[in-house]
């Protein structure tokens, strides 16, 4: 009886992510569109993987452009002093402008113009505790950025190591939702 219940209860969790993924809110306190009908790549980074982001994700999400995803950075500040947080907040905010600019920068190295919807589709989202980077299995101090892929209905289709998984992330993201693949 405690297995059925405690099943029914995970079972209910699980149904209830995009839901409460619905509900994430970035650095400016927008609310992140999660499940509704665009593709989402949700990173998760921290301090000492700023460099591997920098250097790959811009590719990356020009490389999947037309599916035009949905951008979650979830930044894990659980190593940053309470003091702090708020100093970090700040930088992501500036972060999100600069990664912004970069992006435009390379559609227009590209020969295209930047899509309307860029200024809509990155989300950072300052993690004081950690706990979508403990869902995801990272330690505090994590050395590599992890990306997970979503469906149009926010289903997770693909995980795994950013810059290592890159092109199995990148097939997830334009098959069709019905994609269910797993990297350990």
Not at 62 to 71: D, M, Q, T, W
Not at 119 to 142: C, I, N, R, W
Not at 151 to 172: H, I, M, N, P, Y
Request: with cysteine.
């Amino acid at each position: 009886m405690k297995k059925t219940a405690l099943l029914t209860c995970l079972l209910g969790l699980l149904g209830a992510l995009p839901a409460a993924a619905a509900e994430l809110k970035d650095v400016f306190g927008k609310e992140v569109p999660i499940g509704q009908g665009r593709p989402t790549l949700v990173l998760y980074a921290n301090k000492g993987t700023r460099e591997e982001l920098r250097q790959h994700a811009s590719q990356f999400l020009y490389s999947v452009r037309e599916k035009k995803p949905i951008v979650v950075i979830h930044v894990d500040l659980r190593d940053v002093p309470g003091l702090f947080k708020g100093m970090a907040r700040g930088e992501l905010r500036k972060s999100h402008n600069e990664s912004l600019t970069a992006m435009k920068d390379l559609f227009r190295e590209k020969g295209e113009a930047p899509p309307p919807e860029l200024d809509t589709s990155l989300y950072m989202v300052a993690d004081s505790k950690g706990e979508p980077h403990q869902s995801m299995g990272l330690k505090k101090g994590f050395d590599r950025v992890f990306a997970q892929v979503l469906s149009t209905s926010g289903q997770e289709v693909a995980r795994g190591a950013f810059s290592d998984g890159a092109r199995k992330l990148s097939q997830a993201m334009t098959a069709a939702p019905s994609v269910a693949s797993r990297e350990p």
